[in-house]
């Protein structure tokens, strides 16, 4: 057996194999509650052999959302929804994840296809259905309003809200959850010099600036308790003179991992509009092979992987732990069973029994 469909154990979870889906937002939902196109998307990939389904970055308060169609997670209504999404991806022999995220000062934007979108997609006015977006500090996202700059007890607020979430995603039945710290979203600005000038416990130096992320961990972990796998996703780098670089974000790892993270899905960027990234395939995996070096914590390698002879060998090479892709997954919803076939695998409890006679025929 390849080491990219061999199982993968996190406290006391075991997925299929290393091939996993990365969080889609789908700019979908409405007032937060996912629907019919989520649980088609979703559940499509399981079918097609996930070892994991990662359900898309949900907002943990309504202010948190990207734009006022993302999918939310901080009230009863959103975490019913979830509930049969979840059974169905269970159904189909995957296990099934949440991102738990607030979207900071990059929130209240207009979703990628709407009509008023931009190149740049603009903030949604208040008039039109937006809110003011917060942050760390009052500087705003290049060609967005600007944020108000976070107080500590709306701070306070916010981590009981990544719990309250944690436990509602434990209730729908999500086998792990993910906290998004990348990208450019709340939990990035305060890691990055960037984006947090505060002068309070939460800004300055890199271990005040990891205070909040770590603080999230710490209590998601003992709201879900010690069998249940968190993972976290990083920018390891700003791709932007005076950011954050992988060594910064590998020291934040070590101390996440001590305060109760399993994995650590590497991304990159996102934090600044006049980031400089050199997008190639596999560009961000020596980012997770660095992370899994400093750290000896299991990562997830991402970033233009599309097929299965380069996931394997991001696996073969120890670089990372699992594989996450996102568009591949969105141009074959089965990209898993094409992985396995390209590496010359037959594992057919991959394959749902409506489909073997294809799998058989070929």
Same mark, same amino acid.
């Given at each position: 057996?390849? #080491?990219l469909?061999?199982?993968?154990?996190?406290?006391?979870?075991?997925?299929?194999?290393?091939?996993?889906?990365? *969080?889609?937002?789908?700019?979908?939902?409405?007032?937060?509650?996912?629907?019919?196109?989520?649980? !088609?998307?979703?559940?499509?990939?399981?079918?097609?052999? &996930?070892?994991?389904?990662?359900?898309?970055?949900?907002?943990?308060?309504?202010?948190?959302?990207?734009?006022?169609?993302?999918?939310?997670?901080?009230?009863?209504? #959103?975490?019913?929804a979830?509930? *049969?999404?979840?059974?169905?991806?269970?159904?189909?022999?995957?296990?099934?994840?949440?991102?738990?995220?607030?979207?900071?000062?990059?929130?209240?934007?207009?979703? *990628?296809?709407?009509?008023?979108?931009?190149?740049?997609?603009?903030? @949604?006015?208040?008039?039109?259905?937006?809110?003011?977006?917060?942050?760390?500090?009052?500087?705003?996202?290049?060609?967005?309003?600007?944020?108000?700059?976070?107080?500590?007890?709306?701070?306070?607020?916010? &981590?009981? $809200?990544?719990?309250?979430?944690?436990?509602?995603?434990?209730?729908?039945?999500?086998?792990?959850?993910?906290?998004?710290?990348?990208?450019?979203?709340?939990?990035?600005?305060?890691?990055?010099?960037?984006?947090?000038?505060r002068?309070?416990?939460?800004?300055?130096?890199?271990?005040?600036? $990891?205070?909040?992320?770590? %603080?999230?961990?710490?209590e !998601?972990?003992?709201?879900?308790?010690?069998?249940?796998?968190?993972?976290?996703?990083?920018?390891?780098?700003?791709?932007?003179?005076?950011?954050?670089? !992988?060594?910064?974000?590998?020291?934040?790892?070590?101390?996440?991992?001590?305060?109760?993270?399993?994995?650590?899905?590497?991304?990159?960027?996102?934090?600044?509009?006049?980031?400089?990234?050199? $997008?190639?395939?596999?560009? #961000?995996? *020596?980012?997770?092979? %660095?992370?899994?070096? @400093?750290?000896?914590?299991a990562?997830?390698?991402?970033g233009?992987?599309?097929?299965?002879?380069?996931?394997?060998?991001v696996?073969?090479?120890?670089?990372?732990? @699992?594989?996450? /892709?996102? %568009?591949?997954?969105?141009?074959?919803?089965?990209?898993?069973?094409?992985?396995? /076939?390209?590496?010359?695998?037959?594992?057919?409890?991959?394959?749902?029994? #409506?489909?073997?006679?294809?799998?058989?025929?070929?």
């Open positions: 057996m390849s #080491q469909f061999s199982p993968i154990s996190l406290r006391e979870q075991t997925f299929r194999n290393r091939l996993w889906v990365s *969080p889609m937002c789908q700019y979908s939902a409405i007032d937060g509650v996912v629907n019919d196109w989520h649980h !088609v998307h979703l559940a499509q990939f399981a079918s097609g052999g &996930a070892g994991l389904v990662i359900a898309e970055a949900s907002a943990v308060v309504p202010e948190g959302r990207i734009s006022p169609r993302d999918a939310g997670i901080w009230n009863d209504a #959103q975490r019913d979830w509930r *049969p999404i979840v059974e169905s991806i269970h159904a189909r022999g995957s296990k099934a994840a949440i991102q738990l995220a607030h979207a900071g000062r990059k929130a209240s934007t207009w979703w *990628p296809f709407a009509e008023q979108a931009t190149a740049g997609r603009g903030s @949604v006015a208040p008039d039109e259905g937006g809110w003011v977006s917060e942050a760390p500090s009052p500087i705003a996202y290049d060609g967005f309003a600007a944020p108000d700059e976070l107080s500590r007890e709306r701070i306070d607020e916010i &981590a009981a $809200a990544f719990v309250a979430a944690a436990h509602r995603a434990v209730e729908a039945g999500f086998d792990a959850v993910e906290l998004h710290a990348a990208h450019g979203y709340l939990l990035h600005e305060f890691l990055s010099p960037l984006s947090n000038e002068t309070d416990e939460y800004g300055g130096s890199l271990e005040n600036r $990891a205070r909040l992320v770590l %603080r999230v961990i710490e !998601v972990r003992a709201e879900v308790g010690e069998a249940y796998p968190i993972l976290v996703r990083f920018s390891a780098t700003d791709s932007a003179p005076g950011g954050l670089e !992988v060594d910064d974000v590998a020291q934040v790892a070590a101390w996440a991992l001590d305060a109760g993270a399993d994995l650590f899905d590497v991304s990159s960027s996102g934090l600044v509009a006049h980031q400089q990234i050199d $997008a190639h395939p596999g560009y #961000q995996v *020596p980012f997770a092979a %660095r992370v899994r070096e @400093v750290t000896g914590a990562t997830g390698a991402v233009i992987i599309t097929t299965g002879t380069q996931a394997e060998e696996i073969a090479s120890g670089s990372a732990d @699992v594989v996450l /892709a996102a %568009r591949e997954w969105l141009r074959d919803p089965h990209f898993a069973l094409r992985a396995a /076939a390209e590496l010359g695998e037959a594992p057919e409890h991959l394959w749902p029994a #409506q489909y073997l006679r294809a799998h058989r025929a070929a």
